[in-house]
């Protein structure tokens, strides 16, 4: 969904996250709070930050305080709510703390709770919406939004999960009381827990909060008396630092949890939502090329009071922001807290630095053995990703440049700013091997008008001048925020359709559905059916993978797909294709992986007309099948069945489906497949190079059971007809891949296609191989017809985000 190039099961179409959450995926920021990876926003209001070192030493603020936010588009009434306090390791006699509320939290708004205050502390909470007495502790507690006035009696996390009248919780430091796998840390005098700046509630405390300067908001957006800031006004004199200073010549800045006063700068951008804040250049550079002149100035909730343009002071703390801590991200070098003094507007914006072949470097990453790469010093002229950190917030550009990833629901796309990388025949960036990075991409996401961004399909230009600050997303890449807005040109992409087969031919291809139920809209039905029938030409066979049970992802125990597969059989049918017949076998419950609830699994369709299922009892969920007998006798002991469904090498993972077919009388062996995603993969960009790819660890080990089953196969007739084929999650070059066709097992066909034309999928500007079709020597390389059938990756507009793939074979 994403080591030289993740690719997570998927990107949820969920609300973005700031906060560093334990990565399956990594949070790219868009126009809007849009969808994105990790969980849905509350239904009504949740409790967006917690303080309880008020008045304490080294504190500023006086007083502890609890804020709640509304993320919905509605008010959210208060009228018969409280929030409730209970100590981080509560005993017999412990009881929660009440303090009733009024009032309501207005659409996209803040509510402020004032609470007991300590005897230091210097500044005072903005005007709080609503006041009590609690006084929380600075470092371990909880703390929940409750309907009803009437303390909680719940002292676990079990009990006060099960409490209906609980509407959030959060646990902080070592509460017991908590949400998810642990408690928010970092809380002390100086530091609260705050939700991150999209309001993602993914009921997990460890992973939604994090610890940061103190930023109280009430109702009215006020951060303090008189405005943000905490009631303290701006610097009014340049300091002696410069951005410059802030930024370094390596990956972190040197000044980083320092203070500093009175930076100077040019506004070159502002972002309003989800991570709010601006980026401000010093347009005197220094001489040194390694430091960059841009940075990032955190406002928090809080929308930024300046314009482009803008000449600024900046009083801020110096601090390095993780947009993916746990999947090994670079960090972003930020000014937070700030105090920001406007001097004058209307300024000339510093000029941008152009991004293109001349500029950016072939080589990608230095290698420091998979270390981190953070202490070295950068290197601009050598690697791209040195270049990039080097121009970390600066205003860059790129001009004239192909769309190597087409425009999404987030407002974003992908480009490739170095025409010297290798091009796919219709027009994305081929990626071809660990060795062999496509420096130029680049993501570009709009700070204007989302009505504003192009629609656009790989192969497209985006002319003109395309420029803004240079940014790092949470999903992994740099990404150009984009001031302007060059004009798409269309390439004239259009969906494949694959050749005619001829009668003595079977095909047999591969389709992965994305998460398909019943549930799923008619339309996604029919075009998904559109591709099998008129696209594909309606195969003989057809594996397909993510069909979820007959419920989608209602975890509610439900293991059949009968009516999944019923619907989307009958929507073939309707666009004009053959009456499939088919096989699968139910999982057990929640033992696949996939979408919790789902019982994601692989299925055959297959014509009857033109070809036979041959069904031997035995297949289940648990039993693994063996092969029987020898030469032309040679036999599965069940079909459809799966292939060692209890060794270790499928834990969480779909198994493999093996049936037994007939073709012209003759026996074909399929194999339909889904490896384990890449998730928790350290990516292209990550800040350790080379970066780990954990999850090969497992498909390797899939690799080495489905190729002992198929030798064992081979072993009992060496003319067995074997094809093996499906979603493998790996590139053709990966080791699971040379593991699946060492001595010469199985044949990868995608090999056998010209270079530009080796991709299925298409991940952060990279056209890349994800399915495969294998086949074993029986089907000799002038007996073979292969296609990978382009109608989905390269599109704005997709049915899936795989493309799928047939072969035709003499058998």
Known sequence: MPSPLPVPARRSRRTLLRAALPAAVTAS?????????????????????????????????????????????????????????????????????????????????RYLIAQAAGTGGTVGLPAADATGTLALSATSGTVALVSGTEALTCKTAEECAADPRVVDLVGFGTAVVREGSGPAAGASNSASVARAASLADTDDNAADFQASEPTPVNAKGETAPGGPGGGETGPTEPGTVRVHDIQGATRLSPLAGQTVTGVPGIVTGVRGYGTKGFWMQD??????????EGVFVYTNGTGPAVKVGDAVLVTAKVTEYYPNNAGGSQSLTELTAPRTTVVSSGNTVPAPVVLDGTSVPEAYAPDAAGGSIEALPLRT???????????EGMNVEVRDVPVTQASNAYHELWVNAREQDPRSARGGSVYLGYDRQNSGRLLVQSLGDAADFPVANVGDRLTGTTGGPLDYTRFGGYAVQATRLGTVESGGLRREVTARALP???????????????????????????????????????????????????????????ATVAKFVEAIKAAGGPAYDWRSVDPVDGEDGGEPGGNIRQVFLFNPDRVSFTDIAGGDATTAVDVTG?????????????????DAA?????????????FHNKPVFVIANHFNSKGGDQGLDSRFQAPSRSSEVQRLQQAEVQRAFVAKLLAADPGARVVSLGDFNDYQFSPALRTLTRGGVLRDLVNELPASERYSYVYQGNSQVLDHILVSPAFKRQQTRYDVVHINSEFASQASDHDPQVVRVKP
């Open 381 to 391: 002229d050598a690697y791209a990703l040195d270049l990039f950190e080097a121009l």
């Open 29 to 109: 920021l868009v126009l809007v709070p849009l969808p994105g990876a990790v969980a849905t926003p509350s239904a009504g209001v949740v409790i967006a930050e917690v303080y309880g070192g008020g008045g304490n030493s080294g504190a500023t603020l006086k007083n502890d305080f609890i804020e709640l936010a509304n993320p919905t588009g509605a008010a959210f009434g208060l009228a018969g709510h409280s929030v409730q306090y209970l100590s981080g390791s509560p005993g017999a006699s412990s009881k929660w703390g009440v303090t009733p509320l009024t009032g309501s939290v207005a659409a996209k708004s």
């Open 283 to 292: 347009p005197n550079p220094d001489a040194d090329p390694a430091t960059s």
């Open 630 to 646: 020898t030469g032309k006798r040679t036999s599965l002991t069940a079909s459809p069945a799966r292939i060692a469904p209890a």
């Open 650 to 662: 499928w834990n969480n993972s779909r198994k493999p489906l093996i049936g037994q077919f007939r």
């Open 504 to 562: 003595s031919e079977l095909t047999i291809a591969t389709y992965n559905v994305e998460n398909l139920d019943p549930a799923d809209p008619d339309e996604k039905f029919a075009e998904l059916a559109s591709g099998v029938v008129t696209h594909l030409r309606a195969p003989d066979i057809l594996t397909l993978e993510e069909v979820q049970d007959d419920n989608g992802p209602v975890n509610d125990g439900t293991v059949s797909s009968d």
